[in-house]
């Protein structure tokens, strides 16, 4: 193995974001990135764990039970004493890798956090919200910065930090644990202090704890400086493997080398592929995609009125 290998990927997943994770890894290992992969998982079906661990180097940790989405455990997931390696790297399961991304894994300085600071400046970034951060920083840690040492939030499906920060993380778990409510879903309320529930919770920690790590000032694992190596997150409902819709069409040619390559593999058969990423579906899933919002609500609406 030529690439570098220092650090552990972490990523997790409820059992709708099972083929999400499993592609996920299988994007890493088709382009030799042989590192570590602990994987949290909450009700997946035993055949997606077993495909997942044929991946090799995959270990998997059960999710304690929470009312709270799966993403406030980010913090707890990067922080597990089983980590060997001395860098760690979370990593959404709606996502893949695209080339080797290896080189993205490390930062350049341990004092930093590799995280993309959003812009332009999100929506939310008031100064109201700013108030509520500082004030809710000074209050469970202590003591807090007068003002925000950065003009923008950050986003978190990608984050990558040395392990000396461990206490950091423990902090921003604790801080979700102290300011989300007990049943928070992946969003809250637009426009509100804590609206995308972990990534503002780590933002107003990296903007107002005086003993945060510093934001690196260069994010490159969205292929600024090489467009052939980058994370292609699939943001926004629903995801490729649910649903395609318009937006996430583009994504359709990323992905499409993965699914391929598990097939190849053995790991999966076609006939085992979720319908929107079986090749014999995709012109109908393609033409369908201008609806996928109607039909995507409609199957909520239905959730919640009869159950799932
Ligand atoms: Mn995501």
């Given at each position: 193995m030529k690439n570098d290998i220092r650090t552990t990927v972490v990523t997790a997943g409820d059992r709708a974001f099972a083929w999400g994770a499993l592609l996920l890894v299988a994007s890493m290992r088709r382009n030799g990135m042989m590192h570590p992969v602990i994987v949290g998982t909450t009700q997946w079906p035993e055949v997606m764990k077993h495909r997942i661990l044929s991946l090799g180097g995959v270990t998997l940790h059960e999710l304690p039970?929470?009312?709270?989405?799966v993403a406030c455990q980010k913090p707890m997931m990067m922080n597990l004493d089983e980590i060997e390696t001395e860098w760690v790297?979370?990593?959404d399961a709606d996502a893949v890798f695209v080339g080797d991304c290896s080189e993205w894994l490390i930062g350049e300085n341990q004092e930093e956090i590799i995280v993309r600071k959003?812009?332009?400046v999100p929506p939310d970034f008031t100064p109201e919200n700013l108030e509520v951060w500082r004030r809710d920083v000074e209050h469970f840690i202590g003591h807090a910065r007068s003002e925000s040492l950065?003009?923008?939030?950050?986003?978190?499906p990608f984050v990558v930090i040395h392990r000396k920060w461990r206490f950091f993380l423990e902090r921003w778990y604790n801080q979700m644990m102290n300011v989300l409510p007990d049943d928070v879903g992946i969003i809250m309320k637009h426009g509100t202090p804590y609206f995308q529930t972990d990534e503002s919770v780590l933002a107003s920690l990296l903007c107002f704890d005086p003993e945060a790590p510093v934001v690196a000032e260069t994010y490159k694992a969205n292929g600024s400086v090489d467009r052939s190596r980058y994370y292609a997150h699939f943001a926004y409902n629903p995801k490729p493997w649910q649903m395609w819709n318009?937006?996430?069409l583009r994504w359709h040619d990323t992905l499409v080398p993965v699914v391929n390559w598990l097939v190849e593999q053995g790991i999966?058969?076609?006939c085992d592929l979720p319908i929107p990423l079986r090749k014999a579906w995709w012109p109908f899933c393609r033409a369908a995609a201008p609806l996928a919002p109607w039909v995507w609500r409609m199957i909520k609406l239905k959730r919640k009125l009869f159950g799932a």
């Open positions: 039970n929470s009312r709270r989405c790297c979370w990593a959003y812009d332009p950065y003009a923008t939030r950050m986003n978190d318009s937006y996430s999966v058969k076609q």
